[in-house]
């Protein structure tokens, strides 16, 4: 079997709201082969910078584009080919954008291989250690108290028994900050977990003191308070403060990981397998639970990386809980024909070849940016 096209869609909503939501768009990858077999990814994250990654022409043998390099392949070598994309982008590429691009095309490459192979992804990685994960209903804070709490209340009422919130407006003053989580705490009960993310919005000492307040209102972890390279500052964090610290989203490669890790100290290791791949991300996991670390997913796009994280979070045996993004525009919660069954506060492991979704060729249409 052979790679016969590599190709991109690039998804996105028609209003762009001013905020850090990544549902808002996404890129798709998909892979066709000789046998008829076509494998699914995708990239979170920046859609024109990914397609110009994948679609860039030969400049030598450590710059060129990624399409170029696997027709003709064999998509079942993933370990392989990922390396070979590794060393034909090693003058431009070793992190970021480049690693995504890359995460994007391995996610599809390991579709195809579950299909071929007539087994679902979680049997390739080595076997599932359970069939179904916890989900938690991960949301943005809204611009009111009031409606921060009606989506709090929604998701207890759906099932879910963790809710997560984050990002602005959150995070620009003290006293903001503490009636927000008070109010969150008190929809959702005592019974349920609740995960802050602060999007990169304090230092270390401004962590530290947030922390000590938030202590009466037992958050499940504190996400991502700091800048994403002040793995010093996580350091100084994870030392002091008494709730988990959870980070990672932004990390494409195993070496951030390891630092994050080693040097940042955090609790709960955040993977985002259309960054990392399922390649990368395995090794990622291995690492993490060398170091004692638990393993959660970061999911804030569509039914792909759902499907994704899901197949990994399994076949994991350190994973902890998984992101489930709810914000309610088609891209997120209707990309996919065959979305995965989410029930009772539970993602359900699909039993299908490959990632067993696809996506609904109606809703690429509607929302692709040509």
Same mark, same amino acid.
């Not at 077999?37 to 400049?59: K, L, T």
């Not at 602060?198 to 938030?214: E, M, N, P, Q, Y």
């Given at each position: 079997?052979?790679?016969?096209?590599?190709?991109?869609?690039?998804?996105?909503?028609?209003?762009?709201?001013?905020?850090?939501?990544?549902?808002?768009?996404?890129?798709?990858?998909?892979?066709?082969?000789?046998?008829?077999?076509?494998?699914?990814?995708?990239?979170?994250?920046?859609?024109?910078?990914?397609?110009?990654?994948?679609?860039?022409?030969?400049?030598?043998?450590?710059?060129?584009?990624?399409?170029?390099?696997?027709?003709?392949?064999?998509?079942?070598?993933?370990?392989?080919?990922?390396?070979?994309?590794?060393?034909?982008?090693?003058?431009?590429?070793?992190?970021?954008?480049?690693?995504?691009?890359?995460?994007?095309? #391995? /996610? $599809?490459?390991?579709?195809?291989?579950? *299909? =071929?192979? %007539?087994?679902?992804?979680?049997?390739? @990685?080595?076997?599932?250690?359970?069939?179904?994960?916890?989900?938690?209903?991960?949301?943005?804070?809204?611009?009111?108290?009031?409606?921060?709490?009606?989506?709090?209340?929604?998701?207890?009422?759906?099932?879910?028994?963790?809710?997560?919130?984050?990002?602005?407006?959150?995070?620009?003053?003290?006293?903001? #900050? /503490? $009636?927000?989580?008070?109010?969150?705490? *008190? =929809?959702? %009960?005592?019974?349920?977990?609740?995960? @802050?993310?602060?999007?990169?919005?304090?230092?270390?000492?401004?962590?530290?003191?947030?922390?000590?307040?938030?202590?009466?209102?037992?958050?499940?972890?504190?996400?991502?308070?700091?800048?994403?390279?002040?793995?010093?500052?996580?350091?100084?964090?994870?030392?002091?403060?008494?709730?988990?610290?959870?980070?990672?989203?932004?990390?494409?490669?195993?070496?951030?990981?390891?630092?994050?890790?080693?040097?940042?100290?955090?609790?709960?290791?955040?993977?985002?397998?259309?960054?990392?791949?399922?390649?990368?991300?395995?090794?990622?996991?291995?690492?993490?639970?060398?170091?004692?670390?638990?393993?959660?997913?970061?999911?804030?796009?569509?039914?792909?990386?759902?499907?994704?994280?899901?197949?990994?979070?399994?076949?994991?045996?350190?994973?902890?809980?998984?992101?489930?993004?709810?914000?309610?525009?088609?891209?997120?919660?209707?990309?996919?024909?065959?979305?995965?069954?989410?029930?009772?506060?539970?993602?359900?492991?699909?039993?299908?070849?490959?990632?067993?979704?696809?996506?609904?060729?109606?809703?690429?249409?509607?929302?692709?940016?040509?």
């Amino acid at each position: 079997m052979k790679i016969t096209d590599v190709e991109t869609f690039y998804l996105k909503l028609p209003n762009i709201e001013n905020r850090t939501d990544s549902s808002q768009d996404t890129l798709l990858i998909r892979i066709s082969t000789d046998a008829g077999i076509v494998g699914w990814g995708e990239v979170d994250g920046c859609p024109s910078v990914v397609q110009a990654i994948v679609d860039a022409p030969y400049s030598h043998t450590m710059v060129t584009g990624l399409k170029r390099l696997l027709i003709g392949e064999n998509p079942l070598d993933t370990g392989r080919l990922w390396s070979l994309m590794h060393r034909a982008t090693i003058f431009y590429g070793r992190a970021g954008a480049t690693l995504q691009a890359m995460a994007g095309i #391995d /996610i $599809a490459l390991w579709d195809i291989k579950g *299909k =071929a192979l %007539g087994q679902p992804i979680s049997t390739l @990685l080595g076997g599932a250690f359970r069939d179904r994960m916890r989900v938690y209903s991960s949301n943005m804070f809204q611009f009111t108290i009031e409606a921060t709490v009606e989506r709090a209340r929604v998701a207890i009422d759906t099932g879910h028994t963790g809710v997560k919130f984050g990002w602005e407006p959150f995070g620009r003053d003290e006293r903001t #900050d /503490i $009636a927000y989580v008070e109010a969150v705490r *008190k =929809a959702i %009960g005592d019974d349920n977990d609740f995960m @802050l993310d602060v999007g990169h919005a304090w230092d270390a000492k401004t962590t530290i003191r947030r922390a000590s307040l938030f202590e009466p209102y037992r958050l499940f972890w504190i996400e991502e308070p700091l800048h994403p390279d002040n793995y010093a500052g996580y350091g100084q964090v994870s030392k002091a403060c008494s709730q988990y610290i959870a980070a990672g989203e932004e990390e494409c490669s195993v070496a951030g990981f390891e630092r994050l890790i080693d040097e940042g100290g955090v609790d709960v290791v955040q993977i985002d397998l259309t960054r990392t791949g399922f390649t990368q991300a395995v090794r990622i996991a291995d690492y993490a639970m060398s170091r004692g670390r638990k393993v959660c997913n970061h999911n804030f796009t569509t039914d792909i990386n759902t499907a994704a994280s899901l197949h990994f979070l399994c076949a994991t045996e350190n994973a902890l809980v998984m992101e489930y993004c709810v914000e309610p525009n088609e891209i997120a919660r209707k990309l996919a024909r065959n979305p995965v069954l989410i029930r009772d506060g539970y993602a359900h492991l699909p039993t299908e070849p490959g990632l067993g979704v696809e996506p609904d060729p109606a809703i690429i249409e509607k929302y692709l940016v040509r």
